[in-house]
């Protein structure tokens, strides 16, 4: 497989093209970034697949020039709406090709996710610490918001204890639906989430660690080997892992 990557001077995207280079399985079509004609690099790179992870403001543009451009998108750059996602599934659908779209490439993360997921359907009281480098544009995580939208798929959350008198704003964090979720941003971290769940006499944790950037390589490569026997349209990692 001839894989692209865009977005190949950036923090995730040197790592990409390190795991690409890598890869027995996977050969190295070449590299792109902002200065870039990014239709030329997947032509004259003969890319099956273009690995992305550049710029929210670029997440559209640059999934429809690959699409258009006959290669099959692996995008971690975050941004998308639901809105966007249906239209990429369309393009896809369009030009006969399997997209992939995951907020979150570490497989670490999505089982944390999915446990978490499973966990809430016995434990309603549960509240999530997540702790990112000092860099993160935004808290909470992406991550943070969709975990406790799961849990609370899964089950109808207690509103959580109410403390008498709280000296602190937000000392007990943020409430998302009856889930109290709690960001830490310091350097010395890559991405930390703890989901605690606490019941009379008994608590459970289910905690991931991403250490450095080489978390994200294992989710996309599996992605990437995957697109050859993916049906045309959106496909999510969860999904293609298959728990959705
Ligand atoms: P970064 O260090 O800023 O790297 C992005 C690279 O893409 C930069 O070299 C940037 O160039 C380039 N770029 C910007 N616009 C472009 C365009 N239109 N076409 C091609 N290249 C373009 O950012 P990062 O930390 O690697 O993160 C990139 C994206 O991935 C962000 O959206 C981030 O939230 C997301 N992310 C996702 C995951 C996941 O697991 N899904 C994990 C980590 C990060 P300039 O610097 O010159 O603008």
Redesign the pocket.
């Known amino acids: 497989m001839r894989v692209v990557v865009?977005?190949a001077?950036?923090?995730?995207?040197r790592v990409m093209v390190a795991a690409v280079e890598a890869d027995d399985a996977l050969e190295f079509a070449g590299a792109?970034?902002?200065e870039d004609d990014?239709a030329a690099v997947i032509r004259n790179g003969e890319a099956g697949v273009v690995i992305d992870?550049?710029?929210?403001s670029?997440r559209m543009?640059?999934v429809k020039t690959i699409l258009e451009s006959g290669a099959a998108p692996v995008v971690?750059?975050?941004?998308f709406t639901p809105e966007d996602e249906h239209q990429v599934d369309t393009w896809a659908r369009e030009h006969n090709l399997p997209a992939v779209i995951?907020?979150?490439?570490?497989i670490g993360a999505v089982l944390m996710m999915e446990f978490a997921t499973q966990a809430a359907r016995f434990m309603p009281q549960a509240e999530i610490v997540e702790i990112f480098h000092d860099q993160k544009a935004e808290a909470p995580s992406g991550t943070a918001m969709t975990t406790a939208r799961l849990m609370n798929e899964s089950n109808t959350f207690q509103p959580p204890q109410r403390v008498g008198e709280e000296f602190l704003d937000g000392a007990r964090g943020g409430d998302l639906e009856n889930i109290r979720i709690h960001s830490v941003r310091l350097p010395g971290f890559v991405a930390t989430q703890e989901v605690i769940f606490g019941i009379p006499g008994e608590r459970l944790s289910i905690k991931s660690d991403a250490i450095g950037r080489e978390c994200?390589s294992g989710g996309v490569l599996f992605a990437v080997k995957k697109t050859a026997t993916l049906a045309p349209g959106l496909h999510t990692l969860r999904g293609l892992m298959g728990f959705a």
């Not at 001077?9 to 995207?13: D, I, T």
């Not at 992870?53 to 929210?56: E, I, S």
């Open positions: 865009n977005g001077k950036g923090k995730v995207g792109a970034d902002v990014l992870f550049t710029a929210p670029a543009t640059n971690g750059t975050t941004g995951a907020p979150n490439f570490s994200y």
